[in-house]
């Protein structure tokens, strides 16, 4: 049981590239979210999913797209990276929807 | 709309002192309450929960206490040790679709 699997675990971009952090649970929970963590600013919602087919937007969500095609996949896409997307993401997955999540061990984002 | 509000650190303790780390909330309702420990490098884990006022949520020696009426959920721990040194978040649920709400967190570093 392998529970939240996030890749890479780290990543260099350059300003304007494009690229997919992935996020995969084997739990069957239909609740995934993306959160970003930076100093001094604890952990931020950018897009959340209640199931398959449904997403919709958190705190920061600008510059940011996902989809959920599947239960078990929650990809999340930075279109044009900016160095203000410089940041720790961490995707979570919860079989209820007051219950606790399950985090990922996170995707460290570099964007010079 | 509802917020998590913790108090700022860092907190530095010697080995077997007590610990608080306090944590107040805004929500509508009767939201469930968390504490998150994060260790160095790692993602979030689930330390200890509460769903209902008055309820305690206790684990590793950690324990907090869901009190309505101050709107609190401070984490306690009697006698930390050096392998207690983290980051730890305090956070809400307020049942609906949206995911956990997350305070900034507090640092906590314990020296021999």
């Known amino acids: 049981n392998a529970g939240v699997t996030q890749t890479p675990k780290f990543q260099v971009l350059k300003t304007g590239q494009s690229m997919t952090l992935q996020c995969a649970q084997d739990?069957?929970?239909?609740?995934m979210s993306w959160y970003r963590q930076d100093p001094g600013m604890g952990l931020r919602l950018i897009h959340y999913s209640v199931g398959a087919g449904i997403t919709d937007q958190g705190e920061v969500p600008n510059g940011y797209n996902v989809s959920r095609s599947t239960t078990e996949d929650f990809p999340l896409r930075l279109l044009s990276a900016a160095p203000s997307q410089t940041s720790v993401y961490f995707c979570?997955?919860?079989?209820?929807?007051?219950?606790?999540?399950?985090f990922g061990s996170g995707t460290r984002l570099t964007v010079v | 709309g509802n917020s998590v509000t913790q108090m700022e650190g860092p907190v530095t303790l010697s080995e077997e002192a007590f610990l608080t780390i306090n944590c107040t909330y805004t929500?509508?309702?009767?939201?469930?309450l968390f504490w998150y420990v994060q260790y160095p490098g790692e993602g979030l884990q689930l330390l200890l929960k509460a769903t209902k006022a008055d309820d305690k949520g206790s684990n590793k020696g950690f324990e907090a206490t869901y009190r309505k009426e101050t709107t609190s959920f401070h984490l306690e721990k009697g006698s930390v040790q050096v392998s207690d040194s983290a980051v730890y978040f305090c956070a809400l649920s307020d049942g609906g679709n949206t995911p956990l709400v997350f305070g900034k967190g507090t640092r906590l570093s314990v020296i021999a």
């Open positions: 739990m069957n929970h239909e609740y």
């Open positions: 929500a509508t309702g009767y939201p469930s």
């Open positions: 979570a997955s919860s079989y209820t929807k007051g219950g606790g999540y399950t």
